[in-house]
T-cell receptor
Framework: SQKIEQNSEALNIQEGKTATLTCNYTNYSPAYLQWYRQDPGRGPVFLLLIRENEKEKRKERLKVTFDTTLKQSLFHITASQPADSATYLC???????????FGIGTKLQVIP | NAGVTQTPKFRVLKTGQSMTLLCAQD?????MYWYRQDPGMGLRLIHY???????AKGEVPDGYNVSRLKKQNFLLGLESAAPSQTSVYFC??????????FGDGTRLSIL
């Protein structure tokens, strides 16, 4: 069966360092992968989308990589700030209309 | 520009009661979705719609019904609430193969 794995344990990182979050998947051949941010009590907010023919995508301090051979995406936040503290979800298209499947998310805590 | 608006934000029900959650979007999106989010489970798709007048089942549709009578609105109904339906419900909307825009959720407790 299709499976998305994100490290369910919280990631604590010192302010100013680069945070790296991992999304692994099995039994998928996604055409694209998305990353969302979710703050407590709020809905997820879209950050970045990367397609299967793209290796890397950047947006300001954010960078996403997509390795279809390893079946893995890495999400990097450079020069992390306490305001970056949130839960980050990866999402893959499962084919067929908009059947996007979400991982359970990784909680990032940036310590001042 | 409100985006996706969900009402109510909180609700407590007794087992067996019924209720309807309302989702409204002002972005003219064709696609709309209802998810539930539970600890350790992530977002799970309940039902979705690819256009006005259409609905389809997602991953966990049992115990829920939906309607999309107008393009901007997507309603989620619980006919006979059960404690297992205690959750946070999120509505989202999008264009085809575009990122989804989410509301801020409805926190529902079934006693």
């Amino acid at each position: 069966s299709q499976k998305i794995e994100q490290n369910s344990e919280a990631l604590n990182i010192q302010e100013g360092k680069t945070a790296t979050l991992t999304c692994n998947y099995t039994n998928y051949s996604p055409a694209y992968l998305q990353w969302y941010r979710q703050d407590p009590g709020r809905g997820p907010v879209f950050l970045l989308l990367i397609r299967e023919n793209e290796k890397e995508k950047r947006k300001e301090r954010l960078k996403v990589t997509f390795d279809t051979t390893l079946k893995q995406s890495l999400f990097h936040i450079t020069a992390s700030q306490p305001a970056d503290s949130a839960t980050y979800l990866c999402a893959l298209d499962g084919g067929g209309y908009q059947k996007v499947t979400f991982g359970i998310g990784t909680k990032l805590q940036v310590i001042p | 520009n409100a985006g996706v608006t969900q009402t109510p934000k909180f609700r407590v029900l007794k087992t067996g009661q019924s209720m309807t959650l309302l989702c409204a979007q002002d972005m003219n999106h064709e696609y709309m979705y209802w998810y539930r989010q539970d600890p350790g489970m992530g977002l799970r798709l309940i039902h979705y719609s690819v256009g006005e007048g259409t609905t389809a089942k997602g991953e966990v549709p049992d115990g829920y019904n939906v309607s999309r009578l107008k393009k901007q609105n997507f309603l989620l109904g619980l006919e006979s609430a059960a404690p297992s339906q205690t959750s946070v419900y999120f509505c989202a909307s999008s264009y085809l193969q575009e990122p989804q825009h989410f509301g801020d959720g409805t926190r529902l407790s079934i006693l």
